[in-house]
C-alpha cells in the first residue's frame, strides 16, 4: 500500500481538492477590495466583542467595495445551542449590520462561496485531509485518551514541553502496513497534521494591527480531523478562509498565538496566506486593573444589554468607532451630522491593547446621536422600543400622538439640538413631566434652589401668571418680562450687573427664571422654557402654576 491508496482507504467518497479549487475561484473584484468574515460559534451568547469585530468588518468591506460574511463554526458540537444561528443573524440585524454573504437562517445562506456553516463542509475539509494524507502531511493517529495523559504526566515529570511533538507523537512513524491492518481492525482514529516545524526557528509575520511579530515555529502534530469526522478549528479556518477568498482574517487576539500553526497549514496546502488584523479585547477596569469585559459579569458585554436599555444600534456602532479609531472622535467634530459610513476605517490604526469600555461615553455618544434624530424618528424608535419594552411609556407616547411629537420636537432639528436622551429606557423620566394627567395629580416635590422663601416664591409666580404670562410675546419680550418681574422683586436685570454689584440684590434674573422653571415642571433642569411653554399652552401653565402655589 502507498500513500494514495493509505488516503483512500479512509476517505474513500469524498472529491479530490483541486474539484473545490475550481468550484470556488478567485473572487473577480476590484484591486483592493477586502473579503472578510465575522466566524461566530452558535454557543447562545452574542457578546458585544463580535458585534465589534462585525462593526469593523462590514465597514472595511463598504469602504473598498469587497465582501463581508457571516459564517458559522460549529465544529464543536458540544457547545452548540439550539437556535444559536438565529440569535447571532438576529444581533447582527439589530445593530443593523447587513452582510453580502453566509447563514440567513439556521439553515439557509446566501452566497456562491458556500455552504456557510461549518458542519454542512465535512467533505470539503475531509477532502483537503485526504491530500495531505496522500503529501505524506498528515497521519492517522491511533492514540487513546490514556495514553496522551500518560504521555503528559511523563513529560510533566521530566519538565519537558507538554503535547504530541517529535519523538513524542507515537503514531507519527507508523509503518503503512500497520496503519492499514489497524485501520482495518477498526481501530478509533483522528487525523494529525505531521509538523515539519522547529520550535528553534523562528517565523516572522506582519499583523495589520499588531505589526511585526516573531514567534518560534510550531513543531506539534496538531488534531485537523476529530474522531466525529468534523475538523477542527485550525483546520477548519485555513480550508475556509482559502475556499472562501478571505484576504482580510479579522478576529480576536486570542488567536495570535495559533498564528504559527494557521501559517504551517496555509504552506502545507500550498497556498498563500490571508493577511491578519487580530483585534485587541474591549476590557474592563475594575479595582484600577484591567481586564476583559466578561460576560458574567459585565451586562453590557451581551448584546441583549442594548436593546434592552434602549440605546440605538446608530449609536453603540458609532461608540465602537469611537473606540476603534482613535482620529473617529476628530473627525465627528468635523463633521457634526454625517453618517458614519462616511468615516475612513483604518485598520492599522486601531489600538493594540484593548481599549476601556465607558458607559459614561457611551451615554454621551448617545445623546448626540439622539439628538440629531428627528422627532418622529425617535417617536417611532422610542415607541418601538416601548412595546416590548415598557407598556406605560408606550400608552404615554401614543394617547396623544400629536402632542408627544410636540414634546419630542422641543429644541430639535436646529443647531444645537437638545442633549438630554441617551436612551429609550430614560426617556419616560425626560419627558412625563410634560403631561398635565401625570403632572398635575401627582404629588410633586418641589425644590427650589437659591430663593426658597415660601411667600417669595408665590409672590412671583403669581406676579407672572397675572401680569406677564403671555403666549404671543416673541422669545426676547417674553425674557424681557421674566426680567421685569426679577427687577420688581429685588432681583438684577443680568446676571452680569449681580456680579458687579453683589450687595444691591437679592439675586439675578437666572434665580427668578428658575422658580418659575421649577414651579412648572418640577425641575430645575429642563430644555428651552420658552418652547416648553409654547408645548403646555396657558391653560396647562396657569394649571400648573397654581398648584405649585398651592
Ligand atoms: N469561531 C472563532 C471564534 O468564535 C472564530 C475566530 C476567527 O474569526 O477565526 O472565536
Not at 491508496?5 to 469524498?14: D, G, K, R, S, W
Not at 466525529?228 to 478571505?246: K, N
Not at 443647531?415 to 429609550?424: L, V, Y
Request: proline share 3%; aromatic share 10%; with cysteine.
Amino acid at each position: 500500500m502507498d500513500y494514495k491508496e493509505l488516503a483512500n482507504l479512509i476517505f474513500p467518497n469524498v472529491k479530490d481538492a483541486s474539484y473545490y479549487e475550481e468550484k470556488y475561484p478567485e473572487r473577480k473584484l476590484k484591486e483592493g477590495a477586502m473579503v472578510v468574515r465575522f466566524a461566530p460559534s452558535p454557543t447562545g451568547f452574542v457578546h458585544i466583542g463580535g458585534i465589534f469585530t462585525s462593526v469593523i468588518c462590514s465597514k472595511v468591506a463598504k469602504q473598498t467595495d469587497g465582501v463581508f460574511m457571516l459564517r458559522i463554526e460549529d465544529t464543536d458540537q458540544k457547545r452548540e445551542v439550539e437556535n444559536g444561528v438565529n440569535g447571532i443573524i438576529d444581533a447582527l440585524k439589530k445593530f443593523d449590520l447587513e452582510t453580502d454573504e453566509g447563514m440567513t437562517d439556521e439553515d439557509t445562506s446566501k452566497g456562491a462561496y458556500g455552504p456557510y456553516k461549518q458542519s454542512q463542509r465535512k467533505e470539503i475539509y475531509q477532502a483537503f485531509a485526504k491530500k495531505l494524507i496522500e503529501e505524506k502531511k498528515a497521519y492517522p493517529c491511533f492514540c487513546k485518551q490514556e495514553e496522551l495523559d500518560s504521555m503528559r504526566e511523563k513529560q510533566e515529570k521530566a519538565k519537558l514541553r507538554p503535547g504530541y511533538y517529535g519523538a513524542w507523537a507515537a503514531c507519527r512513524n507508523l509503518g503503512l502496513d500497520e496503519i492499514e491492518k489497524r485501520i482495518k481492525n477498526g481501530e478509533e482514529y483522528i487525523i494529525r497534521f505531521k509538523s515539519q516545524g522547529d520550535p528553534e526557528r523562528k517565523i516572522k509575520h506582519h499583523d495589520v494591527i499588531k505589526g511585526n511579530i516573531e514567534f518560534p515555529e510550531n513543531d506539534q502534530d496538531i488534531v485537523i480531523i476529530k474522531s466525529d469526522g468534523l475538523p477542527t478549528y485550525h483546520f477548519a479556518h485555513v480550508v475556509d478562509d482559502y475556499l472562501m477568498r478571505t484576504t482580510h482574517v479579522i478576529r480576536g487576539d486570542e488567536w495570535l498565538s495559533s498564528l504559527p500553526v494557521h501559517i504551517q497549514l496555509f504552506q502545507a496546502l500550498e497556498v498563500r496566506p490571508p493577511k491578519y488584523a487580530h483585534i485587541a479585547p474591549i476590557m474592563k477596569e475594575e479595582d484600577g486593573a484591567k481586564r476583559k469585559l466578561s460576560k458574567r459579569k459585565d451586562p453590557e458585554a451581551a448584546v441583549e444589554f442594548y436593546s434592552k436599555e434602549g440605546i440605538p444600534a446608530d449609536a453603540a456602532k458609532e461608540y465602537l468607532l469611537n473606540i476603534a479609531n482613535s482620529n473617529f472622535e476628530q473627525w465627528r467634530r468635523q463633521n457634526k451630522t454625517a453618517s458614519i459610513d462616511e468615516f475612513e476605517l483604518q485598520l492599522n490604526k486601531m489600538s493594540v491593547s484593548g481599549a476601556l469600555f465607558d458607559m459614561v461615553k457611551l451615554e454621551d455618544i448617545s445623546k448626540s446621536v439622539i439628538s440629531r434624530y428627528s422627532k418622529e424618528k425617535v417617536y417611532d424608535m422610542a415607541y418601538t422600543w416601548a412595546e416590548e419594552y415598557d407598556n406605560d411609556l408606550k400608552e404615554l407616547l401614543q394617547k396623544d400622538k400629536e402632542y408627544s411629537l410636540k414634546v419630542l420636537g422641543i429644541e430639535r432639528g436646529n443647531e444645537k439640538p437638545r442633549k438630554d436622551i441617551e436612551k429609550w429606557s430614560k426617556l419616560k423620566d425626560n419627558i412625563e413631566y410634560m403631561y398635565d394627567d401625570r403632572f398635575l395629580s401627582e404629588e410633586i416635590n418641589y425644590e427650589y434652589q437659591k430663593i426658597n422663601d415660601k411667600e417669595e416664591i408665590k409672590n412671583i409666580i403669581q406676579d407672572y401668571m397675572d401680569n406677564k404670562l403671555n403666549l404671543s410675546d416673541d422669545k426676547q419680550t417674553w425674557f424681557n418680562k421674566i426680567k421685569d418681574v426679577a427687577e420688581k422683586f429685588g432681583y438684577a436685570r443680568e446676571v452680569k450687573e449681580y456680579k458687579q454689584n453683589p450687595e444691591s440684590y437679592k439675586g439675578h434674573v437666572g434665580d427668578v427664571s428658575t422658580v418659575i422653571r421649577i414651579a412648572l415642571t418640577g425641575r430645575a433642569n429642563t430644555p428651552d422654557m420658552y418652547e416648553i411653554m409654547h408645548v403646555l399652552g396657558k391653560e396647562s401653565i396657569e394649571k400648573r402654576l397654581n398648584k405649585a402655589i398651592k
